[in-house]
């Protein structure tokens, strides 16, 4: 890795969007990301809730999303190398 490389996801080599982070703090963000999905399949149960259950996904991955577009590399449509 590039020590002047501060963006913590890369961009993917093809298509749009980011791959696997790069840096530490991404690992750390999306390693926070796991653990929040954990606890909502472990609390909001599907069955029981399905509404409140796809609006914290739906926040979890949007939070997601925020700090990739804050962090990562600016999205570009990619065609390889």
């Known amino acids: 890795m590039d020590s002047s490389n501060k963006?913590?996801?890369p961009a993917k080599r093809y298509g749009w969007g980011?791959?696997?982070?790069?840096?530490?703090e991404g690992w750390?963000?999306?390693?926070?990301y796991?653990?929040?999905?954990?606890?909502?399949f472990r609390f909001l149960r599907p069955v029981?809730?399905?509404?409140?259950?796809a609006i914290s996904l739906a926040l979890l991955t949007?939070?997601?999303i925020?700090?990739?577009w804050l962090k990562g590399e600016p999205p570009r449509r990619r065609s390889g190398s």
Do not use: E, I, K
């Open 48 to 53: 029981t809730s399905p509404v409140m259950f």
């Open 62 to 64: 949007a939070g997601l």
């Open 7 to 9: 963006y913590w996801f």
């Open 28 to 32: 750390a963000c999306l390693a926070v």
């Open 34 to 40: 796991a653990g929040c999905v954990a606890l909502v």
């Open 66 to 68: 925020a700090v990739c």
């Open 18 to 24: 980011w791959g696997l982070p790069a840096r530490r």
